[in-house]
Structures are given as C-alpha cells and as structure tokens.
C-alpha cells in the first residue's frame, strides 16, 4: 500500500468504513470514491466488522433486491437500503453492547447514534454521510469528492477493491495496537471499522493514521 501523501486514492463507498479505508483518506490529497461502480455482495459497501463480547461481529446493512436484475438499479449510488428489516435498531444495539464501556464512546455516541433513528433511502448517500461524520469527529479535513463517470484507469492508486473482507490487511502504524474493551479476551484485532478506534482511542486517534 502506497502511503504517499501526495497520491490520489480510488475506494469504494464503505459502511463504518475499516480503519485502513480512513487511513488511505487521511494520507491521500485527493481522495474519490466511485460512484459508477455496480454493487458488489460481500464487501465493504454495506457492512463493517465491530469488536464484540463474543468477538468479530459483523454488521450488515440490507439492500432492496427487487431490481436486481435491472442495470441501472445495481449501480452503486442507486441502491436502495431495505428498511422493511429492523437492521437500524439491531446495528445499533450491537454497537451499544460492544462499546458502552470504552473509555470514548460517550462523548461520540449521539452523533452516531442519529444515523439510527432516521431513514436514508440510498445506501450511497447514507454512507458517506456517516463517512463525512466520522473524519470531522478524527479532525482529518480530507472530504472525498465523487467520480463523474466509471473510471477504469485511474492515475492515483486505485483502492476500490483492495479493502475487502477476504483480504487480509494489517493495521500498521508507529504506535502499533490500541485499547481495545474485550482484548484480555481474545487478543488484538486488527482493522475493524473506525468506530473501533473512535470509541477506544478518542481524540487521539488522529495519530493513527500518519
């Protein structure tokens, strides 16, 4: 992974993105995310992995798959999110559980806790919302802009399926691991959403990235 600070990077749209995807953010000036792209099953677009009681948890946000087959309907900015599944109430229950305890969790909880109670009909628009949130919360000024159309060579690095769930990506920084609530037992975890970082590190967690 190219960690120049010059570079221009090319992601995917993410849910409560990885800890790497906000990294490759803060140390990019000029960060875009695809918006031409068809949705894809199993990735970073509509699920994130939180650090739970019983361990790695993931969090899965339902789409609407009435018009599956229709080509318009599939690309990414035009996915619905499927409120009919009470996901809200259940995501944020988990997250509730998962870090109630950690040492930060009550100075950022209402500005996450608001993107549970309300009802963003497009999968695009809701996670970068929360995206934007989430980096004013680190205080990292980076706000990524959108492709004007589907970019197949891009002249950057092009990140759009480097953070997947079946590659492995291990956080690296100066600092090495973080706090982290329920370590004691099962040990370290690496690359779980921001909000792992967020809860458990603060104000701090800006140091992380650079």
């Known amino acids: 992974m190219d960690n120049s600070h010059s570079a ?3 992601l995917s749209t993410a849910y409560l993105p990885s800890i790497e995807y906000i990294r490759a953010i803060a140390n990019s000036c000029r960060p875009v ?9 199993q ?7 939180i650090y739970s009681s ?3 948890l993931p969090l899965i946000i339902p789409i609407c798959r009435e018009d599956r087959n229709d080509e318009d309907t599939r690309r990414i900015d035009k996915v619905k999110i499927d409120y009919t599944k ?12 998962a870090y109630n305890s950690s040492p930060f969790f009550c100075y950022y909880k209402d500005e996450i806790y608001s993107f549970y109670t309300e009802e963003e009909p497009l999968l695009f628009n809701y996670n970068n919302r ?3 949130t989430i980096l004013d919360l680190i205080g990292i000024s980076s706000v ?23 590659r492995e990506v291990l956080f690296n920084n100066k600092y090495g691991q973080y706090y982290q609530v329920f370590a004691h037992k099962y ?9 792992d970082l967020l809860f458990n590190e603060g104000p701090n967690s800006i140091t992380f990235f650079f």
């Open 187 to 195: 040990g370290f975890i690496p690359n779980l959403s921001i909000i």
């Open 130 to 132: 929360l995206l934007n």
């Open 33 to 41: 995310i695809e918006r031409y792209e068809n949705y894809q099953k």
């Open 144 to 166: 990524p802009e959108f492709t004007q159309n589907y970019i197949r060579d891009f002249e950057g690095n092009d990140y759009r399926n480097y953070f997947h769930p079946k």
């Open 86 to 97: 009470k996901w809200q109430k259940q995501h944020w229950r988990a997250i509730f559980s």
């Open 54 to 56: 019983a361990g790695l």
């Open 43 to 49: 990735s970073y677009r509509n699920r994130c992995y």
């Open 8 to 10: 221009s990077v090319l």
